[in-house]
C-alpha cells in the first residue's frame, strides 16, 4: 500500500517553462489536495478537489491549473513558471467525511530560475 | 472563513523537559482540530485529531492536546520530550460546514538540546 505518490521529487524549471506535477493515491480517497509550503508561511492551499472531475480554488491558486480526471489521480500544472512558485508542493488526499485524516505525499521540492 | 494561528515560529527545549505548543483557531462553531508532524524533508504524518466528545485527546509518540473552546486554543503537550521529537508541527482546522479543506497554521519547529 503505497499511500499517496507524488511525482516528480525534485525538478528545476526555467521562467517561463511549463510542467505538471502528479500525484497518486491508492486509498480511493474522495478528496485530494495541492499545497504549497514556504518557509514562515505554513501551507497553503492552492486548489482541491471533492471528487473525480471536480475541482475548487484554495488560498493561491493563480499561476496553477488542476485536473481530476480519474479519481486515484490530481495533477498540478503550471503553465508559465515564475521564481514565485519556488516551493516545496505537498499533494495530500482523504476519505468522505468531516474527521478525517489527511494523507500526505513526501513532496515535491520545484525551483525556478 | 476559518484560520489558524500558531503564535510561536520556533521553540528550543532541553531533551526530558515538557512541551506546549500553541495553536488558536478562528471559527464561528465547534471546528474539527489536528496536529500534524512533519520531519526534515517528509511529509506530514497525523499526532492526533479532535472533533467531538472528550476535549483532551491522546494521539501517537506520547503526544496529548487540549480542547478549550473558551479560550479557542488546541495547544500540544508533551510531559518529556525526546531528541527524535525535533521537527515541525502544525495545527490544523476543518470546518463542519465545508469541511473538505483543512486550514493549516503557519508552524512550530521544535529544536531539542541534549
Known amino acids: 500500500n503505497a499511500g499517496v505518490t507524488q511525482t516528480p521529487k525534485f525538478r528545476v524549471l526555467k521562467t517561463g517553462q511549463s510542467m505538471t506535477l502528479l500525484c497518486a493515491q491508492d486509498m480511493n480517497h474522495e478528496y485530494m489536495y495541492w499545497y504549497r509550503q514556504d518557509p514562515g508561511m505554513g501551507l497553503r492551499l492552492i486548489h482541491y478537489?471533492?471528487?473525480?472531475?471536480?475541482?475548487a480554488k484554495g488560498e493561491v491558486p493563480d499561476g496553477y491549473n488542476v485536473s481530476r480526471l480519474k479519481k486515484q489521480n490530481f495533477l498540478l500544472g503550471l503553465e508559465s513558471a515564475a521564481p514565485s512558485q519556488t516551493s516545496v508542493y505537498f499533494c495530500?488526499?482523504?476519505?468522505?467525511?468531516?474527521?478525517?485524516?489527511?494523507?500526505f505525499g513526501q513532496g515535491t521540492r520545484l525551483t525556478v530560475v | 472563513a476559518q484560520s489558524v494561528t500558531q503564535p510561536d515560529i520556533h521553540i528550543t527545549v532541553s531533551e526530558g523537559a515538557s512541551l506546549e505548543l500553541r495553536c488558536n483557531y478562528s471559527y464561528g462553531a465547534t471546528p474539527y482540530l489536528f496536529w500534524y508532524v512533519q520531519s526534515p524533508g517528509q511529509g506530514l504524518q497525523l499526532l492526533l485529531k479532535y472533533f467531538s466528545g472528550d476535549t483532551l485527546v491522546q494521539g501517537i509518540k506520547g503526544f496529548e492536546a487540549e480542547f478549550k473552546r473558551s479560550q479557542s486554543s488546541f495547544n500540544l503537550r508533551k510531559p518529556s520530550v525526546h531528541w527524535s521529537d525535533a521537527a515541525e508541527y502544525f495545527c490544523a482546522v476543518g470546518a463542519p460546514q465545508g469541511a473538505q479543506k483543512l486550514v493549516f497554521g503557519q508552524g512550530t519547529r521544535l529544536t531539542i538540546n541534549p
Open positions: 495530500a488526499s482523504r476519505d468522505r467525511g468531516q474527521n478525517t485524516e489527511a494523507f
Open positions: 478537489s471533492v471528487g473525480e472531475g471536480t475541482t
